[in-house]
């Protein structure tokens, strides 16, 4: 099977923090492991040697990149490459590359990858623009492009149960019926950020960090996270450590959500809380993460997924979440918090009770261990055959 994964890059100054990019450099060479063909068409390669790359151009910013897809620049690797599957990681491009696939002669299949919801719903049902990509009152244009994305693929491929579940809903609200399009396939762990918990005796009592690798935007619920970060660093029992995983960001990018920059700096101010980089470096992030001794999962209303929480509990840190999302379908409800009270709680228990601390974390190990790249690339090509 020849595979044509178009990957956009949303920072590819620091590709580290770019969850699309991470998923696609670890399940590339999955793929090619389990015999397939792949080329990866982006502005920066990922994989390995035995993948195909095609440069494209950075699309600049999160709007252009769903509504300036260049018909030409994907007619190109389409008809080099004469794919039997071509994967959208922008579903909104879906349209233009069902184009772009007609003037190349080419009859592979569609399928979209929806790594990025511009929606959630409530509890009640009530459909919710991602108010990251509302500025301008694009939120509505947004999800009629994502529909109609929906709508060009053969197969929509989506990162868990909660994400199935919205998705399938807002197509409803578009008159459009998935039918048998739908799939769920997880993203990868990265099998460099595993390690069996019972190896391990992380700090604990005063000495104990809890970690927050999520991005800062406040989309993310960081305001959130600063008003429980004071709760929890008051009593002296906790510390934590923020990862400023953005560093400096393109004027661009700021332009648009300067945010995190904002969100950093009042944390930075707080007592006890230390914000640190990884410099893009995946050995410093995983030592980062292997000071800690539990994870904060985002307040992120929309959440179909977090790479963050995964990186965390495959380095067996317990992750203790708000009732939200995917989060809520994820991680050990015993972990899972209404109130600021229950979050604080739940981390000091963490901090001091060694037999809660190491049932948890070995929960938290095995919780991905159904997400190797090789079980993933398998999941993968099944739902593309």
Request: aromatic share 6%; net charge neutral.
């Amino acid at each position: 099977m020849r595979v044509l994964y178009l990957l956009n890059i949303s920072n590819p100054d620091r590709l580290s923090a770019d969850s699309g990019w991470i998923f696609a450099d670890l399940l590339a060479p999955a793929l090619a492991d389990a015999g397939a063909e792949v080329t990866v068409a982006a502005p920066a390669p990922a994989g390995d040697a035995r993948c195909g790359f095609h440069r494209t151009k950075v699309p600049g910013t999160k709007y252009r990149a769903r509504f300036s897809a260049d018909i030409d620049e994907l007619v190109a690797p389409i008809r080099a490459e004469k794919p039997d599957v071509v994967v959208a990681n922008q579903i909104e491009e879906a349209p233009a590359i069902r184009t772009a696939l007609l003037e190349a002669g080419s009859n592979a299949l569609l399928a979209g990858y929806c790594h990025y919801l511009p929606f959630s719903f409530t509890g009640g049902g009530q459909l919710q623009l991602d108010p990251s990509l509302n500025d301008a009152a694009l939120g509505r244009p947004v999800l009629l492009a994502f529909a109609a994305g929906l709508a060009a693929c053969d197969r929509v491929l989506v990162h868990s149960s909660t994400a199935a579940s919205w998705v399938s809903a807002a197509a409803a609200r578009t008159t459009l019926d998935l039918g048998g399009k739908l799939r769920v396939v997880p993203a990868p762990r990265d099998e460099r950020l595993v390690r069996d918990p019972a190896t391990t005796r992380p700090a604990s009592g005063a000495g104990a960090i809890g970690v927050y690798n999520h991005r800062l935007y406040a989309h993310y619920g960081t305001g959130q996270f600063v008003d429980l970060a004071r709760d929890l660093v008051a009593s002296g029992t906790v510390k934590l450590r923020v990862m400023d995983l953005f560093g400096q960001r393109r004027a661009e990018r700021k332009g648009l959500d300067d945010s995190p920059e904002k969100m950093r700096d009042q944390l930075a101010a707080l007592p006890h809380v230390q914000v640190v980089s990884d410099r893009g470096d995946r050995v410093r992030y995983k030592e980062l993460l292997a000071g800690a001794r539990f994870g904060i999962a985002p307040f992120r209303p929309g959440c179909p997924w977090s790479m963050s929480v995964i990186d965390c509990q495959g380095m067996g840190l317990p992750v203790i979440s708000p009732r939200l999302g995917w989060l809520a379908e994820h991680i050990d409800p015993e972990l899972c918090f209404t109130t600021p009270a229950e979050a604080v709680a739940l981390a000091e228990r963490l901090a001091t009770d060694t037999e809660f601390h190491a049932l948890h974390a070995k929960r938290a190990h095995t919780s991905t261990a159904d997400f190797t790249p090789a079980l993933i690339a398998a999941r993968y090509l099944e739902a593309v055959s």
